[in-house]
């Protein structure tokens, strides 16, 4: 099973930019396919961003984010992007890394963006 580390996360104005990461150990990286979610408080977790295994051709955005949020993937370094623009103070959340092979699930353990207004 992958362990996922994410990092990136931190307070940021409105309008501004962060870029999160999450780097993956402990299995075969381009097989499994990956994603972004997030928790705001007293909220349900959202799908925010996935991208296909392999080369990651494929990927596909919540509503609330789409032109805003971009999801990559660096095969080499075994590390998932997602580049924030533009955020907004509903972006504020808890952001997980997800690697999903199969019905197998692994997450990360979060991390805190704030976007102030």
């Known amino acids: 099973q992958v362990q996922l580390v994410e990092s990136g996360g931190g307070l940021v104005q409105a309008g501004g930019s962060l870029r999160l990461s999450c780097a993956a150990s402990g299995s075969i990286f381009n097989i499994y396919a990956l994603a972004w979610y997030r928790q705001a408080p007293g909220k349900q977790s959202e799908l925010v961003a996935s991208?296909?295994?392999?080369?990651?051709?494929?990927?596909n955005y919540a509503d609330s984010v789409k032109g805003r949020f971009t999801i990559s993937r660096d095969n080499a370094k075994n590390t998932v992007y997602l580049q924030m623009n533009s955020l907004k103070p509903e972006d504020t959340a808890v952001y997980y890394c997800n690697a999903r092979f199969w019905s197998q699930d692994s997450w990360g353990q979060g991390t805190q963006v704030t976007v102030s207004s």
């Open positions: 991208i296909s295994e392999g080369r990651g051709e494929s990927t």
